[in-house]
């Protein structure tokens, strides 16, 4: 399968606890986007990075979250001293660059989540 | 500022009947819409795009949308319900800006009965 992979699927923790995601892009798609979607709504962006670089990060939503991409390959996004409220699912997605026209839109293909409850 | 509202939070149609499912956006900029399909345990998959060509936008599995500027609407419809369809269906709106943040709507669920 050489869709985006992420890992783990579920993971459930304890208040205070920290907790790490993976995700692993299509391996020709230099974007990287992180999301989170909770419960009846539509996911919401996070974080995003072009190639290693994370080019967009006010949008997480605060400074107990942080995502890397060291090498331009797979991300990690990390949640520190966790909270009830970050009980969610955490989506990430990639895309290619390129396309001739300035608004032209690469797709985003979208893996299929980490499922994160915190007790 | 862009956003999207879906109209409803769920539809229900029998098999082989008419599906509509209703998004509205506003955007500062001319928007590019998008409408996302989500099945149980599944990725996100993109069903079609409008990004300023035809107003009328075909997507996989018989989904059409029509881009309305003077309705800032953007319907999604397919003529023939198949019990498949049944999923959770996002409205999403973006403004290209080199990067293509995607803004999503709350989502609408599709129930389909035989």
């Known amino acids: 399968d050489t869709g985006v992979s992420q890992d783990p699927r579920h993971k459930i923790t304890k208040r205070g606890q920290n907790v790490t995601f993976r995700c692993d892009p299509i391996s020709e798609h230099n974007r990287l986007y992180w999301y989170r979607q909770t419960l009846g709504q539509g996911p919401e962006f996070l974080t995003y990075f072009q190639n290693e670089a994370q080019l967009e990060k006010s949008r997480l939503l605060s400074d107990r979250f942080s995502a890397e991409r060291p090498k331009g390959s797979f991300s990690t996004l990390e949640i520190q001293r966790t909270e009830q409220g970050d009980s969610a699912m955490y989506l990430c997605?990639?895309?290619?660059?390129?396309?001739?026209?300035?608004?032209?839109?690469?797709?985003?293909?979208f893996g299929p989540g980490t499922r994160l409850t915190v007790l | 500022a862009q956003s999207v509202t879906q109209l409803d939070s769920h539809v229900s149609v029998s098999e082989g009947t008419p599906v509509l499912l209703r998004c509205n956006y506003s955007?500062?900029?001319?928007?590019?819409l998008f409408w996302y399909v989500q099945h149980p345990n599944k990725g996100l998959q993109l069903l079609l795009k409008y990004t300023s060509a035809a107003t009328l936008v075909k997507g996989i599995n018989g989904f059409e949308a029509e881009f309305k500027k003077s309705e800032t609407s953007f319907h999604l419809t397919k003529p023939s319900a198949h019990m498949s369809d049944a999923a959770e269906y996002f409205c999403?709106?973006?403004?290209?800006?080199?990067?293509?943040?995607?803004?999503f709507g709350k989502g609408t669920m599709l129930l389909v009965s035989p």
């Open positions: 999403v709106v973006s403004v290209l800006s080199g990067y293509s943040t995607l803004t």
């Open positions: 955007s500062s900029y001319s928007p590019s």
């Open positions: 997605a990639s895309s290619s660059t390129g396309g001739r026209a300035y608004r032209s839109y690469n797709e985003q293909f």
